[in-house]
Antibody, heavy 123, light 107 residues
């Protein structure tokens, strides 16, 4: 069974940093792209960042570019999101999601999601 | 950036009703469109990809159609477990974007 388990969410002050992790199991992690998606309280879904299977390509939403860094450790089957210079508007549940295919356009799709981890940015 | 516009933003329906949700892309995205279902306090669940391909395990009462800029999610006979919020999302290029969501409520 494919499973994604996020961790690392916490209460942090504006300007602070946090690193989220997503532990993957049940599939060949190193052959799939991965993404982070967030959802602010009472709001819709917002794509944050994506990374290719080998980590050779990374992509970011404009709202987090220059502040967040996505990475992965294929030896540990783990995805990361380093979040710096956090702002109140970064408050959200952060989900990791598995790519939909090992090639083709659905490669950066999202077919399985974790349960999410909560980040609260407040003084 | 490609904008995804869903309509309606909410709807009320009864068990057994046929429900249709539309999603419009601000530019052509071929069939690179997915639909997700989200229940309160839960993670989104993938229903459909490539506009019309059903994810494994998703009931056949769910169907998707469309190509280019206009897409539809249809629930042929609404069941109690289908009351949720539905999102469309394109994966044509970056940034990936979601529609604003459609909340399906009980009438």
């Amino acid at each position: 069974e494919v499973q994604l388990l996020e961790s690392g969410g916490n209460l942090v002050q504006p300007g602070g940093s946090l690193r989220l992790s997503c532990a993957a199991s049940g599939f060949s992690f190193s052959t799939y792209a991965m993404s982070w998606v967030r959802q602010a309280p009472g709001k819709g879904l917002e794509w944050v960042s994506a990374i290719s299977d080998s980590a050779g390509s990374t992509y970011y939403a404009d709202s987090v570019k220059g502040r967040f860094t996505i990475s992965r450790d294929n030896s540990k089957n783990t995805l990361y999101l380093q979040m710096n210079s956090l702002r109140a508007e970064d408050t959200a549940v952060y989900y990791c999601a598995k790519g939909g295919a090992t090639s083709g356009r659905y490669y950066y799709g999202m077919d399985v999601w974790g349960q999410g981890t909560t980040v609260t940015v407040s003084s | 950036d490609i904008q995804m516009t869903q309509s309606p933003s909410s709807l009320s329906a009864s068990v057994g009703d046929r429900v249709t949700i539309t999603c419009r892309a601000s530019q052509g995205i071929s069939n690179y469109l997915a639909w997700f279902q989200q229940k309160p306090g839960k993670a989104p669940k993938s229903l459909i990809y490539a506009a019309s391909s059903l994810q494994s395990g998703v009931p056949s009462r769910f169907s998707g159609s469309g190509s280019g800029t206009d897409f539809t999610l249809t629930i042929s006979s609404l069941q109690p477990e289908d009351f949720a919020t539905y999102y469309c999302q394109h994966y044509n290029n970056f940034p990936l974007t979601f529609g604003g969501g459609t909340k399906v409520e009980i009438k």
